[in-house]
């Protein structure tokens, strides 16, 4: 059991959209992000998502509406929700979702992270 400081842990990578884990529990993987500009359309069949700003703002496009976030916020796009994250600036974000959940969803492309590191 330990302490886990999130601005030290942004701190040791600098790619974006490749999620890396930083906790675990209950069959779920906590994560941290960072993003900038768009991603793709996507949803989850079986998983809930959590997107909770750290640093900067982020849209969650939905088809039938944005939902911005700023430092601090969270949404949960439900499963099976079609999604659409951007970024305008560079944004953290700590992710809590189950463990299979794939970053792409229904989608596979050159930004699908198959296997996630630990940091």
Do not use: Y
Not at 87 to 114: C, K, M, W, Y
Request: proline share 3%; glycine share 6%; net charge negative.
């Amino acid at each position: 059991m330990q302490k886990i400081n999130l601005k030290e842990k942004l701190g040791r990578f600098t790619d974006l959209w490749s999620p890396k884990i930083v906790g675990e529990l209950n069959g779920q993987h906590v994560k941290l992000v960072k993003l900038s500009g768009e991603f793709i359309w996507h949803h989850h069949e079986a998983d809930d998502e959590l997107f909770l700003v750290v640093k900067g703002r982020l849209c969650i496009k939905l088809r039938e509406r944005d939902v911005w976030l700023q430092e601090g916020e969270f949404f949960i796009v439900p499963k099976g929700v079609e999604h659409k994250p951007v970024a305008e600036e560079e944004t953290h974000v700590l992710l809590f979702e189950p463990i299979s959940t794939l970053n792409t969803g229904d989608q596979r492309n050159e930004r699908t992270v198959e296997k996630l590191e630990w940091v």
